[in-house]
T-cell receptor, first 116, second 112 residues
């Protein structure tokens, strides 16, 4: 158990809908990262937050957005869903922002999103 | 372009048959080479971080090593429970944040 929690575990929804995925980082970790993993692609970095502020964006679509709250939990919002958005969505957290111990990212169990 | 390449894509071993997985990287200003294990449908599990060439780390039947261009994950006398996808990632500090660039992974199957 990494200490990172994600809810829900599974989500089935229809095209055009909007969903929210939730992540709680490990105790004491300030950085939260979101990744997408589909069958034909590896782990794709989406976005990072550090202590409530957005710090970096990766391959995140404009239909997707995220935020990190004062209690450090984070939510990933996916809207106007398409069939191609079906994937595993992982949240990871780390203590540090850069370099040295605390740089390791610990992953949650993921949310499996199925868009029908 | 920063890139991490893993080989082979898939590896089938008999129980007890030792082997190595390769991770080659071209990451400017590498700040750590990370190994993860991922079971189907689950989140990647952190295994090791290597920071400098020549460094080695061990955990049970796994040993990770790092050179200036690649990292190896050696599996000694594997057991069926070692079957998983092994991911490596290069870490770099870019634009004010620590970024991981993941390889596509090596799917390891260990048969009794």
């Amino acid at each position: 158990d990494s200490g990172v929690t994600q809810t829900p575990k599974h989500l089935i929804t229809a095209t055009g809908q909007r969903v929210t995925l939730r992540c709680s980082p490990r105790s004491g970790d300030l950085s939260v990262y979101w990744y997408q993993q589909s069958l034909d692609q590896g782990l794709q970095f989406l976005i990072q937050y550090y202590n409530g502020e957005e710090r970096a964006k990766g391959n995140i679509l404009e239909r997707f957005s995220a935020q990190q709250f004062p209690d450090l939990h984070s939510e990933l919002n996916l809207s106007s869903l398409e069939l191609g958005d079906s994937a595993l969505y992982f949240c990871a957290s780390s203590a540090g922002l850069a370099g040295g111990p605390g740089y390791e990212q610990y992953f949650g169990p993921g949310t499996r999103l199925t868009v029908t | 372009e920063d890139q991490v390449t893993q080989s082979p894509e898939a590896l089938r071993l008999q129980e007890g048959e030792s082997s190595s997985l390769n991770c080659s990287y071209t990451v400017s200003g590498l700040r750590g080479l990370f190994w993860y294990r991922q079971d189907p449908g689950k989140g990647p599990e952190f295994l090791f971080t290597l920071y400098s060439a020549g460094e080695e780390k061990e955990k049970e039947r796994l040993k990770a090593t790092l050179t200036k261009k690649e990292s190896f994950l050696h599996i000694t006398a594997p057991k069926p429970e070692d079957s998983a996808t092994y991911l490596c990632a290069g870490g770099l500090f870019s634009g004010g944040y620590n970024k991981l660039i993941f390889g596509a992974g090596t799917r390891l199957a260990v048969h009794p």
